[in-house]
């Protein structure tokens, strides 16, 4: 695990599964416009909530690239789930500020809902093509600048597939921040 903390917010990055997750308020979930089971993430997420996860969502559908909506967690180990549609790399214009603006809308609905805790995945960076490094540099560009003014949250969790991508997202977290690999 690498952990920086930016204003008073911890950001770790660890290898893992986003379902299980038990110690955080919130995940979030790399989601489909119709927030649907689907496949990835989502189908990971929503297979590990149940049945009642895809039946909240469904008036909350659909949702556009950089869009951010919360439900309750179901039979996860979480208070929230809060749903992000990234953008698909090639195809969303501007990729950049569409993924950005997921990562500033999670964080609303994080501070908004009192969450202490969110483990993100990699979002877009799965079936949506986006290349992992510049995913990471989107995420943590935008969680430091929005991090001087978060009040409830104290830790976001980035919780990666491989170690190859937990390493990936540890060295652009600290070139961002100008620190050392922990």
Same mark, same amino acid.
């Not at 990699?122 to 935008?142: K, L, N």
């Not at 929005?146 to 009040?151: C, I, Q, R, V, W």
């Given at each position: 695990?690498?952990?920086? &903390?930016?204003?008073?917010?911890?950001?770790?990055?660890?290898?893992?599964?986003?379902?299980?997750?038990?110690?955080?308020?919130?995940?979030?979930?790399?989601?489909?416009?119709?927030?649907?089971?689907?496949?990835?993430?989502?189908?990971?997420?929503?297979?590990?909530?149940?049945?009642?996860?895809?039946?909240?969502?469904?008036?909350?559908?659909?949702?556009?690239?950089?869009?951010?909506?919360?439900?309750?967690?179901?039979?996860?180990?979480?208070?929230?789930?809060?749903?992000?549609?990234?953008?698909?790399?090639? &195809?969303?214009?501007?990729?950049?500020?569409?993924?950005?603006?997921?990562?500033?809308?999670?964080?609303?609905?994080?501070?908004?809902?009192?969450?202490?805790?969110?483990?993100?995945?990699?979002?877009?960076?799965?079936?949506?093509?986006?290349?992992?490094?510049?995913?990471?540099?989107?995420?943590?560009?935008?969680?430091?600048?929005?991090?001087?003014?978060?009040?409830?949250?104290?830790?976001?969790?980035?919780?990666?597939?491989?170690? &190859?991508?937990?390493?990936?997202?540890?060295?652009?977290?600290?070139?961002?921040?100008?620190?050392?690999?922990?």
């Amino acid at each position: 695990m690498s952990e920086r &903390k930016v204003h008073d917010v911890i950001i770790e990055c660890v290898q893992g599964d986003i379902a299980d997750q038990p110690d955080m308020d919130g995940i979030i979930n790399a989601a489909n416009a119709e927030l649907r089971t689907g496949g990835g993430v989502a189908g990971a997420i929503h297979r590990a909530a149940g049945p009642g996860l895809e039946e909240e969502c469904r008036p909350l559908a659909p949702i556009r690239p950089g869009q951010a909506v919360i439900t309750g967690a179901h039979n996860l180990p979480n208070r929230f789930v809060i749903h992000c549609l990234g953008p698909v790399y090639g &195809k969303d214009h501007p990729s950049d500020s569409l993924l950005a603006s997921c990562y500033r809308e999670a964080l609303g609905l994080a501070e908004t809902h009192g969450l202490d805790s969110v483990a993100s995945p990699a979002i877009s960076t799965g079936v949506f093509g986006y290349p992992m490094e510049e995913a990471a540099q989107v995420a943590f560009r935008t969680i430091t600048e929005e991090a001087p003014g978060l009040s409830a949250v104290r830790r976001i969790r980035f919780v990666l597939f491989s170690e &190859k991508d937990r390493r990936l997202h540890a060295r652009v977290l600290n070139e961002l921040t100008g620190q050392d690999e922990a």
